[in-house]
C-alpha cells in the first residue's frame, strides 16, 4: 500500500510510514479540500484511496525486489553477545554465523530509530530471546531478538544480542536518500574478516 501511494501521489500527502501491519498516511486537509473539493470530508476521500491502495496492492507487490549484499565481521570486539549465544545454544559460533549469513532475509520496516531495519526471518536454530537489560550498542552492529534480526544505525541503548557490525552506515541525514534499505528490500549478509571490515569503513 505504501508503494502504490507513492506511486500515486496527490496533493497535500506529507508522509507514508509502513509498519507491520498498519500504514500512516500523513496529508493536508486544508490543501486536499482546497484543490480536490471532495464530495464528502477529507476523511472519506483519503479513506477511499486507502482502500483502493489495498486492491492494488498485489500489482506492487510483484515488482522486482531489490537486494542487498551487506558485509558484516562476526568477530572480537564487533560481536560482543556471539559467545554467550553459541554457549547458551550449544552451537560453535562458527555455526551461528554460518546460518546468519546463509539466510536471505527481508526488510519488515524501518523504525526503532531513523534506519533501523527489522529483518525477517531468523533460522530457528540461531533464536534468541532479547537482552533482559538494555545496553550500549555500537552504530552498526548487527543484533538477533527472538526470530528477528536487525541493524543498528546509531549509537543507541539496545537490547538485542549483537553477533556482528556492518562498516556503512546505516543512516545518513546529509545523504539524497537518508536511508538506504526499504521495506520489502532483501537482505544478504557476507561474512568479513576485522581486516576486511576496517578497510571498508
Given amino acids: 500500500m505504501a508503494a502504490w501511494f507513492s506511486d500515486h501521489a496527490f496533493e497535500g500527502l506529507k508522509n507514508i510510514i509502513p509498519a507491520y501491519s498498519s500504514l500512516t498516511v500523513i496529508y493536508d486537509p486544508f490543501l486536499v479540500k482546497t484543490l480536490y473539493q471532495p464530495d464528502s470530508t477529507v476523511y472519506d476521500w483519503v479513506k477511499q484511496l486507502l482502500q483502493t491502495a489495498f486492491e492494488h496492492s498485489d500489482d506492487i507487490s510483484n515488482r522486482a525486489v531489490k537486494r542487498h549484499q551487506v558485509p558484516v565481521c562476526y568477530e572480537g570486539i564487533y560481536a560482543p553477545d556471539l559467545g554467550s549465544m553459541a554457549a547458551s545454544l550449544k552451537l560453535p559460533e562458527e555455526e551461528i554465523i554460518r546460518i546468519h549469513a546463509s539466510t536471505l532475509y ?6 526503532f530509530l531513523p534506519g533501523f531495519a527489522y529483518l525477517g526471518t531468523v533460522d530457528a536454530q540461531i533464536a534468541f530471546p532479547r537482552k533482559p537489560q538494555p545496553a550500549p550498542v555500537m552504530a552498526g552492529s548487527v543484533g538477533i531478538a527472538g526470530k528477528q534480526t536487525g541493524i543498528y544505525p546509531l549509537n543507541s541503548p539496545g537490547g538485542w544480542n549483537i553477533i556482528g557490525r556492518i562498516p556503512m552506515k546505516m543512516f545518513d541525514p546529509n545523504a539524497k ?10 537482505v544478504q ?6 581486516r576486511e571490515f576496517e578497510m571498508q569503513q
Fill in 106 to 111: 527481508r526488510v519488515f520496516m524501518i523504525g
Fill in 177 to 186: 536518500e537518508p536511508v538506504w534499505m526499504n521495506p520489502g528490500d532483501e
Fill in 189 to 194: 549478509f557476507c561474512p568479513v574478516s576485522v
